[in-house]
């Protein structure tokens, strides 16, 4: 038994309850480690504190984070609570579902709720800490859980025997109706690069071929010529962070292309249409989601809402109203001119902003080195948009639309 799994035994669990709730130090963990040692075996004292600091980090994704379980590449890995939500709502009219990869159970536990599923990774702590954790929430009544490479096992796994490889998920299509898998994009701790991931991508979408229904999360750098034509792309955002993509087969998929917005679920897809028109900043502006750049979907989003694009490779929108949307964050343009450094370090001390949230895109540049030589003062604050503008360098001064400081009766635009 490892100390990882020690911690599922009668006196790691009690140990947990001792530490439950406690935001833990790296001094605190010391006098703590030290005040423990006298109940417990130094290696259960140390793996539970380490576990303790992941519960802590945890809760950022998990409401039930203190009672769960959890390695650090597994944490960091893992779906949130919400994401995994969504990811397991494509999958309403499956039986039996195979959570390939499925790590310390961050997407197990929302697909287990009222179906069956077949838990499969080759790490036995991340898979007896995923089964713990769908207990915590309730789901691990329906689950099987098989301990071994993905590639190598039936997806029928403990349900009834079969060569693993190719014949083996060929033998299990007919018991498994849908297939999610989180393939690893971290090995020895080191992040996988060139898109790579374990196992490979091609691997992923090869399910498809055996149980039409599949799922497949993938980082949200993923270049979308890695996806083959009939399947979806969908990149998920919380807020505006950008947290997955998420590939569906063409049995799942309702779009080519998708961006989708937690908490509300608001979700935007490709959609033909005229070419959206250039010209230069209005009295508004809009900075789309990063799901929607990484989607490919400005244009949509501009044809739905009325604007236009200020340049033809930038994602900026603007209007002259308001451009209010759960896709985008709107901003009201004080001021839009040719960037100049110095011109532009005047204008915003003359308005008394001493606090900017500089928005770089489409130049080169250091944001925190600009922000020192603006030499700001003074309390108001503002968005600095640095950009392009028919290719040009281009500035603007926003505040944000419902909250800001100013409201000036017109914005001063040098077009």
Avoid at 279 to 304: E, I
Avoid at 305 to 318: C, K, R, V
Avoid at 386 to 410: A, H, K, Q
Wanted: glycine share 12%.
């Amino acid at each position: 038994m490892t100390h990882q799994q020690s911690l599922l035994s009668q006196q790691g669990r009690e140990l947990l309850g001792r530490l439950a709730g406690e935001h833990i130090s790296a001094q605190q963990a010391l006098r703590l480690a030290q005040a423990l040692r006298g109940s417990y075996p130094p290696d259960l004292v140390a793996a539970a504190l380490t576990q303790q600091v992941l519960r802590t980090a945890a809760r950022a994704k998990f409401s039930r984070a203190d009672e769960m379980l959890f390695t650090r590449p597994g944490l960091e890995q893992a779906s949130a609570e919400l994401t995994a939500r969504h990811s397991a709502a494509r999958f309403a009219g499956a039986r039996l579902v195979a959570d390939l990869c499925c790590g310390i159970g961050g997407n197990l536990t929302a697909l287990a709720a009222g179906r069956h599923v077949l838990a499969v990774d080759r790490d036995l702590t991340s898979l007896e800490y995923a089964r713990h954790n769908a207990a915590v929430y309730g789901a691990a009544g329906g689950i099987a859980v098989v301990c071994a490479d993905v590639r190598e096992i039936p997806l029928t796994g403990p349900r009834r025997g079969g060569p693993g490889g190719a014949d083996g998920v060929a033998a299990a299509a007919e018991a498994v109706d849908g297939v999610f898998v989180d393939p690893a994009r971290r090995a020895s701790g080191r992040r996988l690069t060139g898109g790579r991931s374990d196992p490979p991508l091609d691997w992923c979408l090869g399910l498809a071929g055996y149980v039409p229904s599949v799922g497949i999360k993938a980082a949200p750098g993923i270049a979308h010529e890695l996806v083959p034509a009939g399947w979806e792309i969908e990149f998920l955002a919380v807020g505006r962070s950008l947290k997955e993509a998420l590939l569906w087969s063409p049995a799942l998929a309702t779009a080519s292309r998708r961006a989708t917005v937690l908490p509300g679920g608001d979700t935007l897809t490709a959609s033909p249409g005229p070419p959206v028109p250039l010209a230069a900043p209005g009295g508004f502006l809009l900075d789309p989601n990063p799901a929607v750049t990484r989607a490919g979907l400005v244009q949509p989003l501009a044809r739905q809402l009325g604007g236009w694009q200020i340049d033809p490779m930038i994602a900026f929108l603007s209007a002259d109203r308001p451009l209010r949307t759960p896709f985008g964050r709107a901003l009201r343009v004080l001021e839009s001119a040719p960037w100049h450094e110095k011109e532009f370090g005047r204008r915003l001390r003359a308005l008394g902003i001493g606090a900017v949230d500089i928005r770089r895109r489409g130049l080169a540049g250091d944001v925190e080195q600009i922000r020192r030589r603006l030499g700001l003062r003074g309390a108001g604050s503002a968005t600095i948009v640095i950009t392009r503008m028919n290719g040009r360098p281009w500035g603007l001064i926003c505040t944000e639309v419902d909250t800001g400081p100013f409201d000036p009766p017109s914005a001063t635009q040098a077009r």
